[in-house]
């Protein structure tokens, strides 16, 4: 066969792939268009990443086999998918952080010059590709820069502009846009479109259904480890790519609204500032018992470090924090925990899961330091059944999909191991829960259940805040939203005067007196 006459770049036909435990796909096929974006979707625990595993050669499958152009190979290993010309971003982000933006690009495919019979790395020529690379996609990020200064979004970016310079003809793209805002959003589907010019597949795996609407070409619906079918995207609605998802009826994105905020505070904030200059500065705020407390802003307002700050984990200057009227100090996130608050981290595999661990150490690892003595036999040995009993309980309300409570974190899908690290801060039983981008990630169903335990949170009279960049997610589910710009609060809006017009002007500001004299 000719090659370049082929019908389909990539065909995964009837791959099957068995875990410990549970069968993660079921003879699955996938058939992808050159110059075409073929989203892939799915609940969480649908087989989606497996599949795309399968197909970069991190996992071998049991059974099918893969076409490139029409012709069969063998795909060991993720260097060899490379050279078959498949590239991946994966869903967790894994830049080497002590190494800079141009070595994280050609990761693997360093340039060197060799000179006197001596071979180093050639920084200019590593510079200068990868400012090409920069200028073909449009990005502005500085070649020489640590990748441990970088942003959670400016990471994402990273990861979509080595896939860019490997000049892969399929690019899988695994929730690229889980870290970006808006305008980085369309950054990313100029740079989708002119790879479709250019004739590179896309397999664009998201939860956002909008966007799949926006970008693509064709729709793969995947549940249970199974294929449930192939649609053109212009004949998909948000209701049947919902109902194909998760094999049900669902009318509403929220749970409807039952709990009552009280009229005391329960959290205060006062002229909160941090020891460094370019980030949150004199920001006042107050929470409620029984209410969920929004938090909005772009990338860079500082809400997720103003969040780490009051949790411990930042160093503050000036500024009080009070808990019920008292004052607290959190000097360390154990202080912050003993003043019952939790805090559910934006980067999961950074600050959150432990990858290596079991389901159980790792739901368990916050309340089992907190209270050793609750987890003893004899104040001496771990009772194992006991920590089992109390791990079983979270799995079961959060409906965590796991073969067993020992199975390693890192194998489960993202929107699972999101649900393990919810359990581990619930069971330390918190009256304030910080929530930072909860649903990063996180398919439909799993976004309503994570919103009803909010709800039944707030129901209970806890403090729930959550950090969001997700405009209906922050607009449907939130009390009051405070949104922040470059560090400082803008302004808080009250539930009946919501919108987004009012958030997006606010995040572009930075005080409520700002936005009342622009037109």
């Known amino acids: 066969m000719n090659m370049s006459n082929a019908k389909y770049v990539l065909e995964a036909v009837d791959i099957t792939k068995t875990f410990p435990g549970v ?3 079921d003879g699955v096929s996938l058939r992808v268009k050159p110059g075409t974006v073929h989203a892939l979707m799915g609940e969480n625990g649908a087989g989606k990443s497996t599949l795309m595993k399968c197909i970069y050669g991190i996992y071998s499958p049991d059974a099918g086999l893969i076409k490139i152009s029409g012709e069969k190979v063998e795909i060991e290993n993720p260097r060899n998918a490379m050279d078959l010309g498949i590239s991946m971003i994966h869903q967790e982000l894994h830049p080497v952080r002590t190494q800079n933006v141009s070595e994280n690009i050609f990761l693997g495919r360093l340039p060197y010059k060799k000179r006197a019979g001596v071979r180093w790395v050639d920084r200019e020529r590593l510079v ?21 200064e970088l942003s959670t979004s400016y990471c994402q970016l990273l990861e979509i502009a080595r896939a860019v310079s490997i000049g892969a003809k399929v ?30 597949a896309v397999i664009y795996i998201s939860h956002k259904i909008d966007e799949i609407l926006q970008i693509s070409d064709e729709i793969t619906i995947m549940r249970d480890g199974k294929l449930v079918g192939t649609w053109p995207a212009k004949e998909m609605t948000t209701d049947t790519i919902v109902s194909r998802m998760v094999g049900r009826e669902m009318n509403n994105r929220f749970p409807p609204k039952t709990h009552k905020p009280g009229s005391e505070d329960w ?6 500032t941090s020891v460094n200059p370019h980030s949150f500065q004199n920001v006042s705020f107050s929470v409620r ?12 307002s500082q809400r997720s470090e103003l969040m780490e700050a009051i949790f411990g984990l930042g160093e503050i200057r000036r500024g009080k924090l009070y808990i019920d009227g008292a004052q607290v100090h959190n000097r360390c996130p154990a202080d ?40 003893r036999k004899n104040g001496l040995f771990l009772d194992e059944k006991k920590r089992g009993r109390e791990a079983k309980r979270f799995v079961d309300m959060l409906s965590v999909k796991t073969p067993t409570l020992k199975t390693p974190m890192e194998s489960l899908s993202g929107g699972t191991q999101q649900k393990v690290l919810l359990g581990r801060w619930l069971l330390s039983e918190p009256d304030i829960l910080i929530l930072d981008e909860p649903t990063r990630g996180i398919d439909v169903g799993a976004k309503y259940e994570i919103y009803e335990l909010m709800e039944e949170m707030a129901r209970d009279g806890k403090c729930v805040i959550m950090i969001s960049s997700e405009m209906p997610e922050l607009m449907g589910m939130s009390d009051r939203i405070m949104v922040m710009c470059e560090g400082h ?31």
Do not use: W
Not at 267 to 272: A, H, K, M, Q, T
């Open 23 to 25: 069968k993660a796909l």
């Open 128 to 148: 200068r590709d990868t400012q090409e690379v920069f200028e073909r996609i449009g990005i502005k990020i500085d070649p020489k820069q640590k990748v441990s």
């Open 171 to 200: 690019i899988i793209m695994d929730e690229p846009t889980s870290s970006l805002t808006e305008t980085e959003t369309e950054i990313l589907f100029r740079i989708i479109r002119q790879l479709k010019e250019e004739r590179a």
């Open 267 to 272: 959290l205060r904030v006062e002229g909160l």
């Open 289 to 300: 018992r029984g209410e969920i407390f929004g938090i909005g802003g772009l990338v860079g």
């Open 336 to 375: 912050a925990i003993k003043n019952k608050m939790a805090l559910l981290t934006e980067d999961r595999r950074k600050t959150g899961n432990i990858g290596c661990a079991s389901v159980v150490d790792n739901m368990l690892v916050v309340d089992q330091n907190v209270n050793p003595r609750r987890y």
């Open 489 to 519: 609060m803008s302004g808080i809006i009250e539930h009946s005067e919501i919108s987004d017009e009012k958030i997006m002007l606010l995040a572009s500001t930075y005080t409520a007196e700002d936005v009342k004299e622009k037109p």
